[in-house]
């Protein structure tokens, strides 16, 4: 059974950094994609990053210099660094996953929309002050 649970979210400055981290268990890294998610209060939950297993990412413009998306296969975790944090980046922040669907070339760009993806964990959130 799939199960992704999300820490490291916490209160930071505007310009500070944190690092998020998604531990996966009923994952096999070869056959999903995984990734990160956010929803700010009132506003629809938006893809911020992503991975495949070939190491390909995609990341959402408004982060793409920001942040990183990683994976560490020993430890069952994808990670999400963020720096240069902003207050527009203050949300809930969910780790997700998907598994390989048929059609889907390992090596494409990973998916970056939410109905893409069918594991969710409960969240972590991240609050950036000004």
């Known amino acids: 059974q799939v199960q992704l649970v999300e820490s490291g979210g916490g209160s930071v400055q505007s310009g500070g950094s944190l690092r998020l981290s998604c531990t996966a268990s009923?994952?096999?890294?070869?056959?999903?994609?995984l990734g990160w998610f956010r929803q700010a209060p009132g506003k629809e939950r938006e893809g911020v990053a992503s991975?495949?297993?070939?190491?390909?990412?995609n990341l959402a413009d408004s982060v793409m210099d920001r942040f990183t998306i990683s994976v560490d296969n020993a430890k069952d975790t994808v990670y999400l660094q963020m720096n240069s944090l902003k207050p527009e980046d203050t949300a809930m922040y969910y780790c997700?996953?998907?598994?390989?669907?048929?059609?889907?070339?390992?090596?494409?760009?990973?998916?970056?929309?939410?109905?893409?993806?069918?594991?969710w964990g409960q969240g972590t959130q991240v609050t950036v002050s000004s």
């Open positions: 997700a996953a998907t598994r390989l669907q048929t059609g889907w070339d390992r090596l494409r760009t990973p998916p970056l929309r939410e109905s893409q993806f069918t594991y």
């Open positions: 009923g994952v096999t890294y070869s056959s999903y994609f």
């Open positions: 991975i495949s297993t070939s190491g390909r990412t």
